[in-house]
C-alpha cells in the first residue's frame, strides 16, 4: 500500500528527490520555508506508517517460578 499524498506533497518529494535546496523549493512554489519544513515532517511521517515492519518481540520474559516447576515436570 502507497503512501497518499497531497499535490504540494508530491512537488516537494519530486524536487527534493532533485536536490534542491530548501529556499529554492520555498521559492519555486510560493510557499514560505517553515510550510516546506512541515510538508517534509508529514512525508516522513506517512512514509514510516506505511514502511513499518513490525519487530520481533525481542528477549522471551523470564519464567515465573511456577511457570518452571511446569516445565520440570512435563
Given at each position: 500500500m502507497?503512501?497518499?499524498f497531497?499535490?504540494?506533497?508530491n512537488?516537494?518529494?519530486?524536487?527534493?528527490e532533485?536536490?534542491?535546496?530548501?529556499t529554492?523549493?520555498?521559492?519555486t512554489?510560493?510557499?514560505?520555508s517553515?510550510s516546506?519544513y512541515n510538508?517534509?515532517?508529514?512525508?516522513?511521517?506517512?512514509n514510516?506508517?506505511f514502511n513499518?515492519?513490525k519487530?520481533s518481540?525481542?528477549?522471551?520474559?523470564?519464567?515465573?517460578s511456577r511457570e518452571k516447576?511446569?516445565?520440570?515436570?512435563?
Amino acid at each position: 500500500m502507497a503512501a497518499k499524498f497531497l499535490k504540494f506533497e508530491n512537488q516537494v518529494t519530486l524536487l527534493l528527490e532533485a536536490n534542491t535546496s530548501i529556499t529554492t523549493i520555498s521559492t519555486t512554489l510560493n510557499k514560505p520555508s517553515s510550510s516546506i519544513y512541515n510538508a517534509i515532517k508529514r512525508i516522513k511521517r506517512k512514509n514510516k506508517e506505511f514502511n513499518i515492519k513490525k519487530a520481533s518481540k525481542g528477549r522471551i520474559e523470564k519464567l515465573s517460578s511456577r511457570e518452571k516447576e511446569l516445565l520440570i515436570e512435563t
